[in-house]
């Protein structure tokens, strides 16, 4: 969505992620972590709180994002590397 894009640019998410045709390696690539099947407030909390979800994660918290900027990222980060279902 160009909302999960937006947050996406600006929190520099592709500075540790790759995501798409480029970014950083600091951070897992993210082109296929929706086939994991975590769900969409997996991705939330995790967004929120990374170590709670990945024990020593280096990811710094978003629990500042507003509450639809984080649902349209994790919904995003959720079909990543899956086909997508309308629904």
């Known amino acids: 969505t160009t909302v999960a ?3 996406i640019k600006q929190n520099g998410c ?3 992620h790759v ?4 970014g950083g ?3 897992p690539n993210l082109n296929t ?3 994991q099947n975590r769900g969409v ?3 939330i909390d995790h967004l929120k709180d990374p170590k709670s979800k990945i024990p020593g994660s280096a990811m710094p918290s978003f ?3 507003p509450e639809p ?3 349209a990222l994790a919904t995003v980060l959720d079909g990543l590397g899956t086909t997508y279902k309308a629904g």
Not at 19 to 22: A, H, M, N, V
């Open 5 to 7: 894009a937006t947050v």
């Open 63 to 65: 629990a500042s994002l």
């Open 25 to 27: 390696s600091l951070g």
């Open 14 to 16: 592709t500075n540790c």
């Open 41 to 43: 407030q997996w991705h």
């Open 33 to 35: 972590i929706g086939s």
């Open 19 to 22: 995501i798409g045709p480029g």
């Open 69 to 71: 900027e984080l649902k």
